[in-house]
């Protein structure tokens, strides 16, 4: 049996997710909701093994990193020191043909002209800038006093909580501050199943350092960041890194690579590893007007820490995962399986007995026949 063509082999992937029980589409029932999406009885073991397998590595077993978990709403002073309530956009056109609502960097181009990706027609809007966060109000008014956001991701809350931890944690430079939780964009067209997704979960750390440190810091979690998915059985030949260039790097982030594996539609991010300099604690010092600096006791000097993050997708990292087990069974040539062997490796004994034997016994069951589409 000869590999499906990969456009194929995403649909297949879709619905072996529904099939086995990973992955439905949110209120099926009610025609769904676009970008949204409800993991299952093995879905949510596999996820829950990844994250555990995360925190594990991040938090428990480093001296260096402690854990929070901030609420999803937060003031809106936040964002909009952070700058996101200003710039965190996309180009957004919209083809009078069809109405179809594009992203401005994914149409498609023939002969110098710009062109609708769903209908090839060629009468479309100038593009405009489309915030990405979802809007809520917080209390019973609902006016511009009590708007916030849904937050889009989580590390503005470790930021604005590095003053309470650095004082209980009582860590020296560098130290980090690890969080895993849920986050929201807009997005104008969510695609490729669960990869580009209105509501996602996140696992984000922020490491503090001396301005310094900062390179050198970026290079040594690009590293631990692919060790970490080799681990969990993606093999290193189908993990790529990125080096943003300069001109695509947000212009505070000194250096920034992106973790890329091959899905089977296409090379796409994993994990951001960005250097971001002091902009997030600098620009929330200023709107605070809260000192949010570090004391050296050895050169009794004050200043605000810099900061490398490694912040990667959960449910990516899922579907990374997923395919990697659906190419499995491809490549033995139809004989079987799913091992989930990823899920296996992913439950290590010491986190939860409990947890590994029941994902084990669900990806035993689903080893049966018609595993296959
Ligand atoms: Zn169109």
Not at 87 to 107: H, N, W
Not at 114 to 136: I, S
Not at 318 to 347: H, N, T
Request: glycine share 6%.
């Amino acid at each position: 049996m000869s590999a499906a063509p990969e456009s194929q082999r995403m649909e297949k992937i879709v619905s072996l997710c529904k099939r086995r029980g990973f992955i439905f589409q949110s209120s099926e029932i009610y025609g769904g909701l676009n970008g949204l999406w409800d993991y299952g009885p093995l879905g949510v073991e596999l996820k829950r093994n990844l994250k555990n397998y995360w925190w594990r590595m991040m938090v428990h077993e480093r001296d260096d990193v402690v854990g929070m978990d901030g609420a999803i709403l937060m003031n809106r002073s936040v964002w909009k020191a952070s700058g996101h309530e200003d710039t965190f956009t996309d180009p957004m056109i919209d083809c009078r043909s069809c109405r179809a609502r594009l992203r401005g960097d994914q149409l498609v181009e023939k002969k110098g002209v710009k062109q609708c990706p769903v209908c090839g027609g060629k009468d479309l809007t100038e593009p405009r800038a489309f915030n990405l966060m979802f809007k809520t109000y917080v209390g019973a008014t609902e006016d511009e006093s009590s708007l916030t956001y849904l937050r889009p991701e989580t590390a503005q809350a470790i930021f604005v909580q590095f003053k309470n931890i650095l004082e209980i944690a009582r860590k020296k430079l560098p130290f980090g501050i690890a969080q895993i939780g849920k986050a929201f964009r807009n997005e104008i067209n969510p695609r490729n199943f669960t990869f580009r997704s209105r509501e996602f979960e996140q696992m984000e750390l922020e490491y503090f350092c001396r301005a310094e440190e900062g390179m050198k810091l970026l290079e040594y979690w690009k590293e631990e960041r692919l060790k970490f998915y080799e681990n969990i059985g993606i093999p290193r030949t189908r993990l790529h890194v990125l080096t943003v260039p300069d001109d695509e790097r947000a212009f505070y982030s000194k250096g920034t690579y992106d973790i890329e594996y091959d899905f089977p539609f296409g090379r796409q991010e994993l994990e951001g590893v960005a250097y971001r300099t002091d902009y997030d604690l600098v620009q929330h010092q200023k709107a605070s007007g809260k000192p949010l600096e570090y004391f050296d006791e050895e050169t009794k000097q004050k200043f605000i820490p810099h900061v490398v993050e490694p912040s990667a997708g959960v449910d990516r990292t899922v579907l990374a995962l997923i395919c990697e087990a659906y190419s499995d069974r491809v490549r033995s040539a139809g004989v079987i399986v799913a091992r989930m062997k990823s899920a296996r490796r992913l439950g290590s004994p010491s986190i939860s007995k409990r947890s590994v034997k029941k994902t084990q016994n669900f990806a035993t069951r689903s080893r049966c026949a018609n595993a296959i589409p």
